[in-house]
């Protein structure tokens, strides 16, 4: 007695292989003994069968827990097999991009907040929320049907499901163009610094935490960045003035042949574009005599508090 028919067109043996497994696995935790599950495929289709076993077989108050188990099943396999091919057909078919690279960068940034959304607590139900809409929509078809053709049922009956992953495209773009005007940025910056011959021979820039910095000279003075337009750089590139530009546009104003940068965190994003810009030019400061007094510093300045 067949109960449930699911038909795939074109899908890899292996991730077909995935979904009976899961679905064999769901069925076996309602009935091992009088519900099969049977998979056949040909060039065209995987079809995977839940038959009952008669004449034994009676489909009572077991059906609706075997629906949703089959429907779990079905949600998991979405996500973890089909979801990144939807996301890609959106970003190629609904936001027109049809260079292989874009779309990977695309996808790279929905793995990243996808991988966010399992590691954080709050974006976790973002994810779970997801698969719920997918198992609510199978679980009502199945009630309904016992034939369920899996391409058809993606591109028509899962419409909540695809305005999500629209969001997540659409949000993954808007990061994705943002890093490539950041790129475009660096990359200005980096010809400012190649054309430009040095002004003074050293310079420490000092990362006193949070945001607070300090530039010295190489007799650990005070750099004057007066008769400099330290706001020039960031004016010309029409961006909006922030700590990070104030101190990128004061070093490339005042031009150090050789920049040592003392932080305890060497991961802040100023200093990583600083380390971009001015490439071989910089040296992060392992741990010297004056980091040591930054850390009696602050450790003083901590006491007081």
């Not at 079809?47 to 079905?74: M, S, T």
């Not at 939807?86 to 991988?115: G, P, T």
């Amino acid at each position: 007695m067949k109960l449930i028919a699911l038909t795939l067109m074109k899908s890899p043996g292996e991730s077909v292989g995935r979904l009976g497994q899961a679905v064999r696995e769901a069925v076996e935790s309602v009935d091992k003994e009088q519900i099969t599950v049977e998979s056949h495929s040909s060039d065209t289709c995987s079809v995977i069968e839940v038959n009952g076993v008669l004449p034994r077989f009676q489909l009572d108050n077991r059906a609706d827990a075997l629906y949703k188990k089959v429907a779990d099943a079905l949600a998991d396999w979405i996500v973890n097999e089909e979801e990144e091919q939807l996301i890609r057909a959106l970003v190629a078919k609904e936001f027109d991009y049809k260079e292989e690279s874009d779309v990977r960068s695309i996808l790279n940034y929905c793995r990243h907040m996808i991988q966010m959304e399992s590691a954080e607590e709050a974006m976790e139900q973002t994810a779970l929320r997801r698969k719920y809409k997918i198992a609510e929509a199978a679980y009502a078809y199945l009630q309904e049907n016992t034939e369920l053709n899996l391409d058809g049922f993606m591109r028509f009956r899962l419409r909540a499901y695809r305005e999500e992953l629209h969001e997540l495209a659409e949000y993954a773009i808007d990061e994705f163009l943002m890093d490539q005007q950041y790129q475009e940025f660096i990359s200005l910056l980096k010809y400012f610094v190649y054309i430009q011959e040095a002004k003074i021979p050293l310079a420490h820039l000092i990362h006193k935490g949070g945001n607070e910095f300090v530039l010295l000279n190489d007799r650990m003075e005070p750099i004057d960045t007066s008769g400099n337009d330290a706001t020039l750089t960031v004016e010309m590139l029409e961006r909006d003035i922030n700590f990070e530009d104030v101190i990128v546009s004061t070093l490339i104003s005042v031009s150090p042949q050789q920049i040592y940068i003392h932080t305890r965190d060497p991961e802040v994003q100023v200093i990583q574009t600083i380390t971009q810009i001015f490439e071989n030019r910089v040296q992060l400061c392992k741990y010297c005599r004056l980091c040591q007094t930054l850390d009696r510093s602050a450790a003083s300045d901590y006491n007081k508090g």
